[in-house]
C-alpha cells in the first residue's frame, strides 16, 4: 500500500511538469529569475568570456553558411506557446504545432530572418554574431574587449546574461529587466534562454554548427499577473 501511495504521487507529479503545454521542467530557472531585482554590473570573468566567444564563433560559421548557401532553405521548429489572452473560461490560451519557415536574407547589413505566414509570437531573427540578443557582447569580446553581465537594452531596459555549458550546447539567458518606480529599483519581468549548438558531434549536426536549437521566452503580461511562456525547438532534418 506504501509503495501504491508513493507510485501516485510520483505519477501526479509528473502530470504537473508534462501536462501543461510548455516544458514546465525546462523553465524553473527563468521562473526564479521573474520579479527578482536586476544584479550588480560586473565585467564578465574568463570561463565566462570563454563560453560567450565559443558561441559567437559558432554563431560566425552560421552566419557565412547561412547566408552563401542556405538562404531559400525550409527551416521546421516545434512550436508551444502559453499566451497572454485568455479564453472564454478565463485560461491562458495554449498552442502546440509544428512551425514551417524558410530562411530570408533580404539585405547584406540585415539579419536573417526565419520567415513564416504564421500569425505566432515566435523567434523571427536568426541569432548570430552581429544580430540578435548576444551580438552586443560578441561585438565587444571578438574585438577583445571586456563586457559585462549587464547592458542597457531598448526602451529603458536592462538586460541581465548569464551562461552555462549542458553538453554540446552552450547556454545563454536574459533576465529583462524594468524600472519600478514602486521600489525605486530594476525588476526583471521577462527571461529569455537560448540553446546553442557549438559542439556537433554527429554528422548530420555539422551544418547547423551555431543554430539555436530550443529557445525558451517568458513574459509578464499586462495585468502584471500572468505570464507568457513560448518554446522553440528546431529539428533537424532526416
Known sequence: MEKLRISSVLFILCLCFTSCGVDRQRTVASQQMIGKVLSPTRTLNSDETAKVLSTCYAFRSLWTEFRSNRKGEEVTFQYE????????????????????????????????????????????????????RLSPLCQKLMKGEPASNIIDGPSGQKWEYSFRTEGAREIYEIAIARYDATTGSYVHRDQEIYEVLVRPSKAKQQRYLGMVMRSERRRTCLDGISIAEFMQEFKIPD
Open 81 to 132: 506557446g502559453l499566451q497572454c489572452e485568455k479564453n472564454q473560461s478565463g485560461v491562458q490560451i495554449e498552442v502546440n504545432q509544428e512551425l514551417k519557415t524558410t530562411l530570408v536574407h533580404l539585405l547584406d547589413s540585415a539579419p536573417l530572418i526565419f520567415d513564416s505566414p504564421e500569425i505566432l509570437d515566435y523567434v523571427r531573427e536568426v541569432e548570430t554574431h552581429l544580430h540578435g
